[in-house]
């Protein structure tokens, strides 16, 4: 998709500022219904993501709001976690998620950042890590995980993230924190 333009997103950009709560709000609701549960909760996420120290890149076709990603520094600017990655429903699959990705990979690099990571939940058992014990032969069971229900991982796969470890029951009694990073170059 040509004509989409990635932007950053400011507190001061009210319209994107409610339209990219309303994305956390929307979008996750169906897969990870605990996450920006509220508006109140998904607006006060995009306050904290457009903080001076953070990444917030917003992608915009025209004048609406297709999707938005944020990027936390850590290890003095060395890694950066990306946090959180939001693409409206109707959109997802044009290839703006890999816009973004590809973007705040440029942002992260322009920062002097070596490394990007992040944690993408099983929550609803969308992989063959959930509902497994992940704390006996853990490495194999990631070697071999399985994506039953179009979790996010696959994708973060096809943009060059590795699989780096889990956090077995991090929302619950089988349901893992899948970790994934990248080496930026």
């Given at each position: 998709?040509?004509?989409?333009?990635?932007?950053?997103?400011?507190?001061?950009?009210?319209?994107?500022?409610e339209?990219?709560?309303?994305?956390?709000?929307?979008?996750?609701?169906?897969?990870?219904?605990?996450?920006?549960?509220?508006?109140?909760e998904?607006?006060?996420?995009?306050?904290?993501?457009?903080?001076?120290?953070?990444?917030?890149?917003?992608?915009?076709?025209?004048?609406?709001?297709?999707?938005?990603?944020?990027?936390?520094?850590?290890?003095?600017?060395?890694?950066?976690?990306?946090?959180?990655?939001?693409?409206?429903?109707?959109?997802?699959?044009?290839?703006?998620?890999?816009?973004?990705?590809?973007?705040?990979?440029?942002?992260?690099?322009?920062?002097?950042?070596?490394?990007?990571?992040?944690?993408?939940?099983?929550?609803?058992?969308?992989t063959?890590?959930?509902?497994?014990?992940?704390?006996?032969?853990?490495?194999?069971?990631?070697?071999?995980?399985?994506n039953?229900?179009?979790?996010?991982?696959?994708?973060?796969?096809?943009?060059?993230?590795?699989?780096?470890?889990?956090?077995?029951?991090?929302?619950?009694?089988?349901?893992?924190?899948?970790?994934?990073?990248?080496?930026?170059?």
């Amino acid at each position: 998709m040509s004509n989409i333009q990635i932007a950053d997103l400011t507190a001061d950009m009210t319209a994107e500022y409610e339209a990219a709560a309303r994305l956390l709000n929307v979008a996750f609701a169906v897969n990870w219904p605990g996450s920006w549960a509220t508006m109140e909760e998904a607006r006060e996420e995009v306050t904290e993501m457009t903080a001076p120290d953070r990444i917030a890149r917003v992608a915009l076709v025209g004048d609406e709001v297709a999707g938005w990603i944020g990027g936390i520094p850590q290890y003095d600017g060395n890694v950066w976690e990306l946090h959180p990655l939001v693409v409206d429903p109707r959109r997802q699959g044009q290839g703006i998620g890999a816009q973004l990705v590809r973007d705040f990979e440029d942002q992260v690099r322009r920062r002097g950042g070596l490394t990007i990571q992040l944690g993408t939940d099983d929550v609803n058992g969308m992989t063959s890590l959930a509902d497994v014990d992940l704390y006996t032969d853990t490495w194999e069971k990631i070697r071999n995980i399985q994506n039953f229900k179009g979790h996010p991982y696959s994708f973060y796969q096809k943009m060059g993230y590795t699989i780096i470890g889990v956090l077995p029951d991090a929302n619950g009694r089988g349901k893992p924190d899948i970790y994934m990073g990248k080496r930026i170059e």
